[in-house]
């Protein structure tokens, strides 16, 4: 009688990119808020609860692709200085674009809106990565905290 083939099996690891990344062309230049809102639409659009990223530029404006910092509940979201200039640091960023959506599609900034822009704003100003801009996006619509004067 034969002796039973034994098999070989492995394990390998490979790196893929995100599903969110994926849609991101890459070095996506961004210039004016209307630029942030064309690139983070589709990934608020896809979003059922309040999210936030940060879009880590480099010196020539260019992000490579949005980090997720937090997800929330419908109406709110939980984001701290430190998670999201540890992603900024981490991704080498010379400065930092902040984006969000309201799923209610209304993107008028709330008051916890403002505190926590203002919050990171500070933050960067330590860090020496400078906050461009805070993006919020709604329904089809957008609102700038630059744009607004609210930065």
């Not at 540890?86 to 505190?115: E, F, K, Y």
Request: hydrophobic content about 45%.
């Amino acid at each position: 009688m034969a002796a039973p083939m034994r098999r070989m099996y492995g394990l390998r690891l490979i790196r893929e990119p995100l599903a969110t990344t994926a849609m991101v062309a890459p070095k996506f230049q961004l210039r004016t808020p209307r630029d942030v809102f064309a690139m983070m639409a589709p990934f608020a659009q896809q979003e059922v609860a309040e999210s936030f990223w940060a879009l880590p530029l480099n010196t020539q404006h260019e992000c490579v692709a949005p980090i997720t910092i937090t997800r929330g509940i419908l109406n709110s979201s939980l984001v701290h200085p430190r998670e999201v200039f540890r992603a900024m640091i981490a991704a080498g960023a010379a400065s930092v674009v902040l984006c969000h959506n309201h799923p209610s599609g209304d993107p008028t900034p709330s008051p916890d809106d403002r505190i926590i822009t203002e919050q990171l704003i500070v933050a960067g100003r330590l860090l020496d990565i400078p906050v461009l801009d805070h993006v919020i996006v709604g329904d089809g619509r957008y609102v700038s905290f630059s744009e607004s004067g609210l930065l």
